[in-house]
């Protein structure tokens, strides 16, 4: 545990250091942009470029930005998906990045995804008890009885019939393979999941559906979580605390009352003003960003937000500005909140 609190002790916007199912710290992601008759390396894409959070055991961390700005690429990195560039993650106290091929394998029982498109995350030539069964014929992990057995459980926890298992993906809705993705999921017993944008891709009506099963597993199985998502409404549904990104950086992170109650960033706020109002009798202020999110491979001198800000100061140009602690467990990187 010395290495868990000497590393949450570190990270910008730690509200939750005293019980950490996930800790990353300083995560970087950058991509070779290659040109030439020889493919050299001319430049970088800064997809993530030194993230730092941690998420409470048995809660839910909604992440959220633009399309663009490195929320996918961060959740796969953390996984170990995607090769890191630097940093280090910990999960329940284990070192993710240092583990070899051989440990590295054990630990994926500890830790899945649910991937956005349904359709596209599962084999369409496999029989769904085939899909749901393929972690644990990987890992070995019981007879075929048993795992017969584990299948059918799987199956009934997001509300599928144990007869689907000898249906094929493409007899089934989109909510109904999103389901069979969470019982594949599921059927490892993992600690962590990261959910990237699970719920973008189906009905609003189904949305709920599957939500609603995200909460109760959550409460039933004690899973904590990474929920991805550009969807403001959601992300207030689901999350215990919030943290938003924008151009491969954290510039606010906090609890969800926090984060949608008193946002401090103008990011935050632009995004949260852009969010429909179900009362058409009350105004919100509007604040329109200016242009699109910059490439990542040549962003921004200092606050990498200023070239779109409607507060922008001279030392926005200039200077980064530091991650502060607004409120208690609220921290925000803008230069407002330092005046």
Same mark, same amino acid.
């Given at each position: 545990m010395e290495a868990i609190d000497s590393i949450s002790g570190q990270v910008n916007g +730690?509200?939750?250091?005293?019980? *950490?199912?996930?800790?990353?710290? +300083?995560?970087?992601?950058?991509?070779?942009?290659?040109?030439?008759?020889?493919?050299?390396?001319?430049?970088?894409?800064?997809?993530?470029?030194?993230?730092?959070?941690?998420?409470?055991?048995?809660?839910?961390?909604?992440?959220?930005?633009?399309?663009?700005?490195?929320?996918t690429t961060l959740g796969r990195t953390i996984l170990k998906l995607t090769p890191p560039t630097s940093g280090q993650v910990l999960l329940d106290g284990t070192p993710v990045f240092a583990r070899n091929n051989k440990g590295l394998k054990t630990l994926r029982r500890d830790m899945q995804i649910i991937f956005q498109d349904?359709?596209?995350?599962? +084999?369409?030539?496999?029989?769904?008890?085939?899909?749901?069964?393929?972690?644990?014929?990987?890992?070995?992990?019981?007879?075929?009885?048993?795992?017969?057995?584990?299948?059918?459980?799987?199956?009934?926890?997001?509300?599928?019939?144990?007869?689907?298992?000898?249906?094929y993906p493409h007899q089934f809705s989109g909510g109904q393979c999103q389901r069979i993705g969470i019982a594949r999921a599921l059927a490892l017993h993992p600690k962590f999941m990261v959910l990237d944008e699970p719920v973008s891709a189906l009905d609003v009506s189904i949305q709920s559906q599957i939500l609603n099963i995200l909460k109760d597993l959550q409460d039933e199985l004690g899973l904590t979580y990474l929920f991805i998502s550009h969807d403001l409404g959601v992300v207030e549904h689901i999350s215990d605390h919030v943290a938003v990104m924008y151009l491969g950086k954290i510039v606010e992170i906090g609890s969800r009352d926090e984060i949608f109650n008193n946002p401090q960033?103008?990011?935050?706020?632009?995004?949260?003003?852009?969010?429909?109002?179900?009362?058409?009798?009350?105004?919100?202020?509007?604040?329109?960003?200016?242009?699109?999110?910059?490439?990542?491979?040549?962003?921004?001198?200092?606050?990498?937000?200023?070239?779109?800000? *409607?507060?922008?100061?001279?030392?926005?140009?200039?200077?980064?500005?530091?991650?502060?602690e607004v409120t208690p467990g609220h921290w925000v990187a803008c230069w407002m909140s330092q005046k």
């Open positions: +730690n509200m939750m250091r005293e019980n *950490p199912m996930l800790v990353v710290e +300083n995560l970087v992601k950058h991509y070779p942009v290659q040109a030439g008759l020889f493919y050299k390396v001319k430049d970088w894409v800064k997809a993530v470029d030194g993230v730092s959070f941690a998420i409470e055991k048995g809660k839910t961390l909604g992440l959220v930005g633009e399309s663009g700005c490195g929320k349904p359709y596209a995350s599962l +084999n369409p030539r496999m029989q769904v008890g085939s899909i749901v069964a393929e972690g644990l014929k990987a890992h070995n992990i019981g007879t075929k009885n048993e795992q017969q057995q584990i299948i059918t459980k799987m199956l009934e926890m997001v509300g599928l019939h144990p007869s689907h298992a000898k249906r960033h103008p990011y935050t706020q632009s995004l949260l003003a852009a969010v429909p109002n179900p009362t058409p009798s009350i105004r919100k202020k509007r604040i329109v960003l200016q242009g699109d999110i910059p490439s990542p491979v040549n962003p921004p001198s200092a606050c990498r937000f200023h070239p779109r800000c *409607p507060f922008v100061m001279d030392h926005c140009r200039t200077q980064v500005p530091a991650t502060i």
